[in-house]
């Protein structure tokens, strides 16, 4: 079956510094996948939707200067937050997909800053 | 801004059937009815979805109004594994096929 897998699963990092995300597709081509941060109140915000072979598109509130996303091939993608504050935290999703297929989603990694 | 209404929570006792209600008054025509499931520690879990006609799977049946403005996703028999919250999601398709989640409904099942 389709799977994704995240990690790491939870993750402290500093006020002001960066962490780094990935997300790992087993069992299906990722051509597609979607970054959504779940606040601690559960909204879910779409961060980026990247897809292969074109550009990848930032939401509102969420730039590529701040959240740089790599998805170099069909199985693997990663993200970074930069410069992490407060509001930050939450858990971030990734959900992949192949072509019109439905996502599939990991189970997150939940990042706290301090 | 999510275009679909769910109430915010619902309650139910195992073994009975439960109606989780969407309401999506402002449906596009190329918009599919996604459900998606999200219990707490997990990413969402895909239940179902439909366009236009009745779907039904291992995991629950969607009745989708004739209008296609409303739509009820029917758990059958639940468990108590089928405590979670369900988000109720318009897709598009093509380059406009993201997921826009809600705060969805929370559903507990009573032993």
């Known amino acids: 079956g389709a799977l994704v897998y995240q990690y790491p699963r939870r993750t402290i990092c500093k006020s002001g510094t960066s962490m780094r995300m990935e997300c790992q597709a087993v069992?299906?081509?990722?051509?597609?996948v979607a970054w959504y941060r779940q606040s601690p109140q559960k909204t879910f915000e779409l961060i980026a939707l990247s897809t292969v072979n074109s550009a990848i598109k930032y939401e509102q509130n969420f730039t590529q200067e701040k959240f740089p996303i790599s998805h170099p091939n069909l199985s693997f993608s990663s993200m970074t937050v930069l410069n992490a504050y407060l509001e930050d935290r939450g858990l971030y999703l990734c959900?992949?997909?192949?072509?019109?297929?439905?996502?599939?989603f990991g189970s997150g990694t939940r990042l706290l800053v301090i | 801004d999510a275009k679909t209404t769910q109430p915010d929570s619902m309650e139910s006792t195992e073994g009975e059937t439960v109606h989780l209600p969407c309401s999506h008054a402002t449906i596009s025509g190329n918009e599919y009815i996604y459900w998606y499931r999200q219990v707490p520690l997990q990413g969402p879990e895909y239940v179902t979805h439909?366009?236009?006609q009745n779907t039904t799977n291992s995991m629950a049946f969607l009745a989708i109004a004739s209008d296609r403005k409303s739509s009820t996703l029917i758990l059958p028999h639940v468990s108590l594994r089928d405590a979670a919250v369900y988000h109720c999601?318009?897709?598009?398709?093509?380059?406009?096929?993201?997921?826009?989640f809600g705060q969805g409904t929370v559903l507990s099942v009573i032993p």
């Open positions: 999601i318009l897709r598009g398709t093509g380059g406009n096929n993201k997921l826009t």
């Open positions: 959900g992949a997909k192949t072509g019109d297929s439905d996502y599939t």
């Open positions: 069992g299906f081509q990722a051509t597609s």
């Open positions: 439909g366009l236009q």
